[in-house]
């Protein structure tokens, strides 16, 4: 459970408590509800880390919604990005291991999250992790719900392939853009889990090398 569920959840069941006992308990049910909506949308489940070499795992739950070509600072990389309905888990990941090498906040609209304008126009958080022989870019991007992005990492960080680095809440988008070599393991369309679904692999650790078994995998308790 992510401590927000307890800062939104609180205040609802002791005013729902409050309501119902100052008129009837049936009058306390919407507060008690949307009590349960947020302990249960602020949840935050184990996860297996796929352990082979340069893997690419989702940082986010969602909808794989646009697989694109996209020229970044001159440079050719594929745009992947994954959409976050209110009913996904919020919590992001890592997509690989390395060394935070930047982090770019940046204000700005509100726009639908499904809407292709919203990943440069909308409020969001651009971070780079280089590691494993790869520079891997992901950006958390609020969408028309979502009002806060949390990052609890900094420049300079070392993280571990899906260790948990932050959230956003509420509907959401989070695009990753990687080298444009990568073979992707997924398609537009395909449902992705955070930390445990891999989305490519560094061309130069193509699966059929990464070994299998139990050294593929480890509980992402990070």
């Known amino acids: 459970m992510v401590p927000d569920g307890y800062y939104y959840a609180l205040p609802l069941l002791l005013a729902g408590a409050l309501v119902g006992w100052l008129t009837d308990p049936l009058w306390a049910l919407p507060a008690i509800l949307l009590a349960g909506f947020f302990l249960w949308f602020f949840r935050d489940p184990q996860r297996v880390i796929s352990d082979g070499t340069g893997a690419v795992v989702s940082p986010a739950d969602g909808k794989i919604t646009d697989i694109s070509p996209v020229t970044v600072d001159g440079i050719r990389r594929t745009r992947i990005s994954i959409f976050l309905n209110v009913f996904n888990v919020h919590v992001n990941r890592s997509p690989i291991a390395g060394v935070i090498r930047d982090v770019r906040y940046q204000k700005g609209k509100y726009l639908n999250a499904m809407n292709p304008a919203s990943a440069e126009q909308n409020e969001q958080n651009v971070v780079t992790v280089e590691g494993e022989g790869q ?3 992901f950006k958390q991007i609020a969408g028309l719900l979502a ?7 900094r420049i300079g960080d ?5 260790e948990r680095v932050g959230l956003i809440k509420f509907g959401s988008r989070v695009d990753v853009l990687l080298d444009a070599s990568a073979e992707l393991h997924i398609k537009i369309g395909d449902h992705v889990k955070g930390g445990s679904s891999v989305l490519a692999y560094a061309q130069s650790a193509s699966p059929q090398f990464a070994g299998v078994g139990a050294e593929q995998s480890r509980q992402g308790a990070q």
Not at 147 to 153: D, L, M, Q, S, T
Request: aromatic letters at 6%.
């Open 135 to 137: 520079t891997v870019v």
């Open 147 to 153: 009002r806060r992005i949390v990052f609890n990492k």
């Open 158 to 162: 070392l993280v571990s392939r899906g």
